[in-house]
C-alpha cells in the first residue's frame, strides 16, 4: 500500500515538471465534487436530483 502511494507521488510530481501527463486532471475532480455535492442535496431534501453536463 506504500509503494503504491510513492508511485502516485512520483507521478504527480513528473506531471508538474512537465515529463508525463496528468492521469487526474482537474476536470475529474470538478466532475466527482458535482456528484458529492448531488448526493448531499438529495439526502437533505429527500428527491432524486440530476446532474447537468
Known sequence: ???S????LASFIESIQGRSECVSPVEDG???MRIVDA????????REVYIER
Do not use: V
Not at 39 to 46: L, P
Open 1 to 3: 500500500m506504500i509503494e
Open 5 to 8: 502511494f510513492y508511485r502516485e
Open 30 to 32: 470538478l466532475e466527482i
Open 39 to 46: 448526493i448531499y442535496t438529495s439526502a437533505n431534501t429527500g
